[in-house]
C-alpha cells in the first residue's frame, strides 16, 4: 500500500519539505529514514499529529548531527540510546536508529543492539503504534506493516505484539489503556486476557516510569476515562491500595478541566486523585512513584489543608484572617480543596483566596517606605506587614492612603519588648 499522496495531504508543507530533505541526506549516507508509530496512527485515523518519529536503518546521531550542521535545527543526542532530537522554530523531530531489544528480566530497561526496521516495530507497544511508512525516494509512502495495524485500526482493537509484552514492560498496561480510552478501541481477546494476568507485574515497574505514565494520562483530554478504567480493571489498587477511580473523581477532573486558567492541570490531576487518602496513607504513594519535591508538596498539602478546612467554616472571617491561614499551602492544594468542597462558606473562602487575596501587593515598597523615614529592618518589616493587612481588609485602598498609615505608624515606638532584667 503507498500512501505518498496521504503523506503529502496530511502534513504541513514545511513538515514535509524537512523530513524529504532529512530522507535525501539519509539516502547519501546509505541510510533509510521512516516515519514510525504515533504519527503512522494518527493518519490513517485523520487525527493531526505532527510529533513527528523518525526511525533511521544506521546511526540516527550521526545522520542527525549532519542535518544540524546544514540547518538551523538545534540538536539534543543520546549517544547511548543511539536517539536525536531535532528543534526547529515550529517543530520538534524525534530520530532514533532502528534498534533490537532484550529483556533481561520482567520491569528492567531492555539490553538494546542495533537492529532493522522490523526489529525496531515488534519491540513497540500495540500493533497500532508498530507500522512505519518509507521517507526513501524509490519506495516512497509505502506502508510497512507487519503486524496487521492497519486491520487492527479497522477493527478498532488494541493488541499487543507478543504474549509476553506486558510481562517484559507492565507500563503497557496503563499505555493500553490510554489508547483503549481515547481511541474508544477494545482490546483484543487475548490481550485483554493477559493484560489482567500481567497486572502484578506492575511491581517490577519503576516509580518513575509508573508516574510518568500517569501524567500521559493526564495529558488526554479526559483522563477520568482512563482513570476509572484503571479503576475497574484493578490496575491503580495494584499501584496503590487506597487509589479509587470512582464517579467522584470524574466528576472533579472534570470541575478541574473547566477551571478558567487550568495552568497546573496534570498537578492538580494528581492532587484531586489522592484525595480520598488520608494523611498518613500519602507518604507510601508518594514513594512508591517517586513524586518530585514540589508536586509531593502540593498532595501532601492538600491533605493537610482538607484537615484544616473546618477553620473556615467558623463566625465571619476577615480577609487577612483567610489570607493568614492559607498562605502557607501550594496554591494547586488550595485549587483541589476548592474543587473538592461543595459550595459553601468554606469554597467561598478558598476561591477568595485564589481569585483575589493571593495578589494583594502593597503599593509602597521598601524604598518608598526608606524615604518616607522608616529605616530599613525590623521596623519596615512590621510596617510593611500592617499594610498589607489593611490592604486585604480594605482598610486602605489607594497609595495616599498607604502613605497616611504609613506614616502615622512612624510615630509609634515597636521596639515595646522589655528588656532582658539585668542581674
Ligand atoms: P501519543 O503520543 O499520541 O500517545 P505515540 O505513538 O507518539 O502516541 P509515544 O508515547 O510518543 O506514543 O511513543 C512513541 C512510540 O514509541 C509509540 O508509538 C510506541 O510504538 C513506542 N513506545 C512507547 N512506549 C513504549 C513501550 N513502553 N513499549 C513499547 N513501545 C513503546
Ligand atoms: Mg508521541
Known sequence: MNLARQIEQYLPRQLLKLVKDISGQAAKRGQRVYLVGGVVRDLFLGYPNFDLDLVVEGDAVKLAQQVAETSQAKLLAHHRFGTAKLKYENFTLDLATARKETYAKPGALPAVTPGTLKDDLIRRDF?????AISLASNDYGELVDPYQGKSDLEHRLIRILHPESFNDDATRILRAVRYEQRLCFEFETQTAQLLKRDIPMLDTISGDRIRHELELIFKEKQPEFAVRR???LGVLKRISPTLKGDGWIAEKFDKARRLKKPTQLPSLYFCLL???FSEGGIEQFLTRLNIPAKLSRAMSDTLRLKAKLSLLNTSPLKPSEVYYLLQ????????????????????RYLQLFLTKLRYVKTSLDGEELKRLGIPAGPEMGKVLQILHKAKLDGEVSTKADEKKLALSLKALDFHTDPEPPRE
Open 127 to 131: 500493533s497500532i503504534n508498530a507500522m
Open 230 to 232: 484503571l479503576a475497574e
Open 274 to 276: 489522592i484525595y480520598s
Open 328 to 347: 502557607e499551602y501550594e496554591p494547586v492544594a488550595i485549587q483541589a480543596n476548592a474543587i473538592a468542597s461543595e459550595p459553601s462558606m468554606v469554597h
